[in-house]
C-alpha cells in the first residue's frame, strides 16, 4: 500500500523557519521524483517544489524560490522542505505528492504550516 506521510508543520513567527518531512511506503522511492504542494484557505493547491529522483535537478515557484529547499534521501525514503523567511502568506496545508506511472498520483494527507505573530 502506497503511503505518503507529512509531518513538521505547527505555527511559526513571521521570519521563522521549518522543516517539513516526508516519509514514503510501498513503492520504490528512489526512482520517482516528489513534489511538495501546498493549499492555503480558499485557494486552489500550489505546486511549490520538485526534486528528481537523483536529486539532480530541483525546480520552484516564483513565491518560494530563494526561500524554501527541497531534498531527499532515498536511503530514508524521506523528502523534505526547508522553509525559512517565513510570511503569513505561507500559511497553507503542505503536501507531498508523487506520480507513479499507471497507479496515478498519491498524496499525503498534509501538514499544517501557520505563520503568525
Known amino acids: 500500500q502506497v503511503q505518503l506521510v507529512e509531518s513538521g508543520g505547527g505555527l511559526v513567527v513571521p521570519g521563522g523557519s521549518l522543516r517539513l518531512s516526508c516519509v514514503a511506503s510501498g513503492f520504490n522511492f528512489e526512482i520517482y521524483g516528489i513534489n511538495w504542494y501546498r493549499q492555503a484557505p480558499g485557494k486552489e493547491r500550489e505546486k511549490v517544489a520538485y526534486i528528481t529522483p537523483s536529486s539532480s535537478l530541483t525546480t520552484y515557484s516564483d513565491s518560494v524560490k530563494g526561500r524554501f529547499r527541497i531534498s531527499r534521501d532515498n536511503a530514508r525514503n524521506t523528502a523534505y522542505l526547508d522553509m525559512s523567511a517565513l510570511t503569513p502568506e505561507d500559511t497553507a496545508v503542505y503536501y507531498c505528492?508523487?506520480?507513479?506511472?499507471?497507479?496515478?498520483?498519491?498524496w499525503g494527507k498534509g501538514t499544517l504550516v501557520t505563520v503568525s505573530s
Open positions: 505528492n508523487t506520480i507513479l506511472g499507471t497507479r496515478g498520483p498519491q
